[in-house]
């Protein structure tokens, strides 16, 4: 089906994109950021006792970190460049986390030099290290989670370490005289099984405990991390279900008073602020009996759309042209046979689509820019206008 805009967007404000996007050359994508306002505020009113770090990742542009930086948000930061960008805009160090637990000790250092105290581990290397060039500051250890199978971007494996290690992490982190300060999970981008923040947090609650009984050691903070749901074709819960369900997990574990809660949303943020505008480059049949088109665009995997690597996540692809519809298969411009969007599940789209026409595909306004690449093929970084 062709996506009804109603469900994505306010309509005025869609219309409002719409008209900024004309008579611009394609691709681009164009945010507004009345909508990553709404998000912040949405998010901070349905978890009002959270602190929350935006992942800059998602989307670093100037004019995202400038709007969240207004409203009080913290940052969630995984390089030097990323600091140097939040930085500049006049972000304080105290409001960074270095978030990333694969890092340089030359890295850490320069972390330190500028300020920031808060930081992220999974090994004993790592911590180590931040004990050297970090001396004194206040980590938090990250756990492994399950949820693979229902987020639709997984982020487990890679990070985090058991929590017998974490146990250990942490002990070690108050001998190497750090202060041992808390406790971290992500439990996969666009996360749709609410259920998992609850087996994470039963964990943290397990760690909690131990640590106070048998080492003294008093944990302070929970990071909850991201997983929040933007809205694409497979639709999720309301932000407001994750935030009751959630809030009830951590009530049920830690009673009435809660330790400092940290949340790090990056897609929820900024995914549905964002519409990517593109124009079709070609339409084919690979056979003249052949029951589906190709359909090529001037956007594609290297231009914004990694993220539909595995088919992955299903962006709503929208167009004005109606009628009689018939599958078809959404590749990019690159001579890289990798650049096909979407060939498993055929995107119903109508007969009338002509060569020029735009699609605009909804909900693009996190992990596109920030992903694009440079000059495959000699096409330059996805262009982008805040409004
Ligand atoms: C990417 C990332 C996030 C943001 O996750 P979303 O699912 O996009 O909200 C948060 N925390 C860490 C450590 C991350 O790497």
């Known amino acids: 089906m062709i996506p009804n805009v109603e469900d994505y967007y306010d309509p005025g404000r869609f219309e409002r994109m719409r008209q900024f996007a004309q008579g611009k050359e394609t691709p681009f994508l164009v945010v507004d950021t009345a909508i990553v306002g709404d998000q912040y505020d949405e998010l901070t009113h349905a978890f009002p006792f959270a602190k929350v770090y935006y992942a800059v990742k998602a989307n670093p542009a100037p004019e995202m970190i400038d709007l969240l930086a207004a409203r009080g948000s913290n940052f969630d930061i995984a390089s030097i460049y990323e600091l ?139 990071n909850l991390g991201g997983g929040f749901p933007a809205n694409y074709v497979n639709r999720t819960h309301e932000l407001s279900t994750y935030a009751e369900e959630i809030t009830r997990f951590l009530h049920e574990d830690f009673g009435e008073e809660l330790p400092e809660i940290i949340l790090e949303p990056g897609r929820s943020m900024v995914g549905n602020a964002g519409v990517l505008v593109s124009e079709i480059v070609l339409i084919s049949r690979k056979s003249r009996t052949s029951l589906h088109r190709w359909i090529y665009l001037d956007v594609g995997k290297f231009s914004g759309l990694i993220e539909t690597l595995g088919e992955s996540i299903k962006y709503p692809v929208y167009t004005d042209k109606q009628g009689e519809l018939e599958e ?60």
């Not at 487990?156 to 999970?185: E, H």
């Open 84 to 222: 140097d960008r939040v930085l500049s805009r006049g972000v304080d160090a105290s409001r960074v986390s270095y978030g990333n637990t694969i890092k340089k000790s030359q890295d850490i250092r320069y972390f330190f030099e500028r300020g920031v105290r808060l930081y992220a581990t999974d090994s004993e290397a790592d911590l180590r290290n931040i004990a050297k060039a970090a001396p004194g500051s206040r980590i938090y250890v990250r756990l492994l989670t399950e949820g693979t199978q229902t987020a639709d971007w997984p982020l487990s494996r890679k990070f985090g370490c058991q929590p017998d290690m974490a146990l250990d992490l942490l002990i070690l982190a108050r001998d190497l005289g750090l202060v041992p300060y808390g406790l971290s999970f992500h439990v996969g981008s666009q996360q749709r099984d609410i259920g998992v923040w609850d087996a994470a947090i039963a964990k943290v609650k397990v760690i909690f405990e131990r640590l106070q009984e048998e080492d003294g050691i008093d944990l302070k903070m929970i």
């Open 328 to 387: 078809a298969i959404l590749a990019g411009p690159t001579c890289d046979s990798a650049d096909v969007m979407y060939e498993d599940y055929r995107y119903p789209l109508p007969l009338t689509l002509a060569i020029g026409d735009r699609l605009y595909w909804f909900s693009t306004g996190a992990y596109t820019t920030s992903y694009s690449a440079i000059e495959f093929n000699g096409f330059p970084p996805l262009k982008a206008y805040y409004i």
